[in-house]
């Protein structure tokens, strides 16, 4: 950079001083007494003038030091000049505050710019800027069954694909020894009660065997064994199997760690069929031999019965042999009462139930899917209808694509895929939604 030459006044006068040609003057004779007089006001003239300029030179100079930057707050932009010949450091930060709907995360970036000797720095910023940001959050429950919205009119492809099982009867990681219920997990991953082999297995999507995940040692009461089981849930808060031992009248939990080789008693004296759990945590198990279903807030051994509790018989206020379960966002239970062939809704605190449908599944529009494992059959209750509809099968008992042998447990995925456990055929049918 190539330096500048600042000229003063003072200097500038001197130029013009030694530029000027010598000139032959005639002056008038004084008086001595003016003489002097006129020389004391040059010189009294001549140091004003120099005080004046010294203290234009002082203010010129500090004006340049000086760094006088302009911010416009009611702009969203502000610019502002750094002339300096010192070196000076300006730090600039601003924050921005993102918002989702899950979390809120605050990011703040610093910014510095060194200004150095003569030089000049131009910097844009955004000052005092607020950005609002309206965002409509939808709380995820911790539904532990996957509801999916399914149109009442909604067709499947007739003809099922066997995703699990389908090569007889077995205690092969590719056979079962009828399989009861299932549960579908969002990535389309299975866990079946495969009820007479005592375990529980899981079948990953696309897998020809299954992988014992509970039980498996052998019918007993041993923590790392299960003697019947009719039920199992995913509890995806913990991560773990929720399973009714049935024989063993148990509820049990086994955690879903590849390392885990035994299970904990979560609820004893129980004979547990079915189970379901609803948003709240709650767990909900249908006892076949008190014929009533139980609450339980996860962790307690006592429970508070929520439909039955009248003996067995075909009251409203009664169940005989309830087995399956389904818990919807507003606590209503619907109980497949199995020996009155018939499937009751009990609102939340009801002191008897209500007839919706001669397993079970209920969806977001309160449309019943029933398991009707006598006829070999499923059937779909659409809200407030006096009949169903057969939606797959009923072309009679058999192992063919279309037919069933005493279907139990049945299941959406989050596609509204139809996944059933057909028992006697000891295989997971899937049909895949029109």
């Excluded at 009533?292 to 067995?312: F, I, M, P, S, W």
């Amino acid at each position: 950079m190539t330096d500048r030459t600042t000229d003063t006044l003072v200097d500038h006068l001197s130029a013009k001083s030694t530029a000027l040609p010598m000139e032959t003057k005639t002056y008038e004779k004084f008086d001595f007494d003016d003489s002097i007089e006129v020389k004391r006001k040059s010189r009294k003239e001549l140091g004003t003038l120099l005080k004046t300029v010294l203290a234009l030179v002082v203010i010129a100079i500090v004006a340049t030091a000086v760094i006088t930057p302009t911010v416009l707050l009611t702009r969203p932009t502000a610019q502002f000049t750094t002339t300096s010949t010192t070196t000076n450091s300006l730090a600039i930060s601003s924050t921005v505050t993102t918002t989702t709907p899950k979390t809120m995360t605050t990011n703040t970036r610093t910014a510095t710019t060194t200004t150095t000797t003569t030089a000049t720095t131009t910097t844009t910023t955004t000052a005092t800027t607020t950005t609002t940001t309206t965002a409509t959050t939808t709380k995820t429950p911790t539904q532990q069954l996957v509801i999916p919205t399914i149109s009442v009119n909604a067709k499947w492809v007739q003809t099922g694909v066997t995703v699990a099982g389908g090569h007889g009867v077995g205690s092969a990681t590719n056979q079962f020894q009828y399989p009861r219920r299932l549960f579908v997990d969002d990535d389309q991953t299975m866990v079946i009660a495969d009820q007479y082999n005592h375990r529980i297995i899981q079948w990953k999507k696309i897998d020809t065997n299954g992988q014992v995940v509970a039980g498996g040692n052998g019918k007993g009461s041993g923590l790392n064994q299960l003697y019947v089981s009719t039920d199992v849930l995913i509890d995806k808060e913990t991560d773990s199997l929720i399973i009714c031992d049935q024989s063993n009248r148990r509820v049990v939990r086994w955690s879903r760690r590849s390392d885990t080789t035994q299970g904990d008693i979560v609820i004893d004296r129980i004979r547990c069929v079915g189970l379901a759990m609803d948003d709240q945590k709650y767990l909900y198990v249908s006892d076949d031999d008190k014929h009533e279903v139980t609450r339980y807030q996860l962790g307690d051994k006592t429970g508070t019965l929520v439909a039955g509790d009248n003996g067995q018989g075909d009251d409203l206020n009664q169940l005989n042999w309830p087995t399956d379960l389904f818990v919807d966002r507003q606590q209503t239970i619907y109980v497949s009462d199995s020996d009155n062939h018939r499937v009751m809704k009990w609102n939340k605190d009801a002191k008897e139930g209500i007839v919706v449908a001669g397993g079970l599944f209920v969806d977001i529009l309160d449309t019943v899917y029933v398991s009707d494992t006598n006829n070999h059959r499923l059937v779909r209750w659409s809200q407030g209808a006096k009949q169903g509809t057969v939606i797959i099968g009923g072309n009679g008992e058999g192992a063919g694509a279309n037919q069933f042998n005493t279907p139990v447990g049945l299941s959406f995925d989050r596609h509204g895929n139809l996944y059933v456990t057909d028992t006697d055929n000891n295989r997971v049918q899937r049909f895949s939604l029109k």
